[in-house]
């Protein structure tokens, strides 16, 4: 598991940072929704990690385990909303970005 883990770190920081070289070079705002679609899919991906950690080693109770988790998941859309309304940030591109992510971590799980 762990050298699954450490290959997702791998593929998904080499690809933010080559979708965000690609937008430097070309400017396109497609590729900006990529870069940052990937960025909050990493993130996304990995706070769920941290949150797992946590109350696998503490035994905390569920009530906690469901307040954080919807924390999370309302600082996450409220990134997303930010960054969609105030940056103008391509719509299909942000969620190509974010899939992509997402299907890496899902191939990596199956041990494809």
């Given at each position: 598991?762990?050298?699954?883990?450490?290959?997702?770190?791998?593929?998904?920081?080499?690809?933010?940072?080559?979708?965000?070289?690609?937008?430097?070079?070309?400017?396109?705002?497609?590729?900006?929704?990529?870069?940052?679609?990937?960025?909050?899919?990493?993130?996304?991906?990995?706070s769920?990690?941290?949150?797992?950690?946590?109350?696998?080693?503490?035994?905390?109770?569920?009530?906690?385990?469901?307040?954080?988790?919807?924390?999370?998941?309302?600082?996450?859309?409220?990134?997303?909303?930010?960054?969609?309304?105030?940056l103008?940030?391509?719509?299909?591109?942000?969620?190509?970005?974010?899939?992509?992510?997402?299907?890496?971590?899902?191939?990596?799980?199956?041990?494809k």
């Open positions: 598991m762990q050298k699954n883990k450490s290959l997702f770190n791998l593929i998904s920081i080499n690809l933010l940072i080559a979708s965000y070289l690609i937008f430097l070079y070309s400017k396109q705002v497609f590729i900006e929704g990529i870069f940052f679609g990937i960025g909050l899919s990493y993130l996304n991906i990995k769920t990690e941290i949150i797992a950690k946590f109350f696998t080693k503490t035994q905390k109770s569920k009530a906690s385990m469901f307040i954080l988790s919807i924390l999370k998941i309302v600082l996450l859309a409220g990134i997303a909303i930010f960054l969609l309304r105030n103008s940030i391509d719509l299909i591109g942000f969620l190509t970005g974010f899939s992509v992510i997402l299907i890496v971590f899902i191939l990596l799980i199956q041990g």
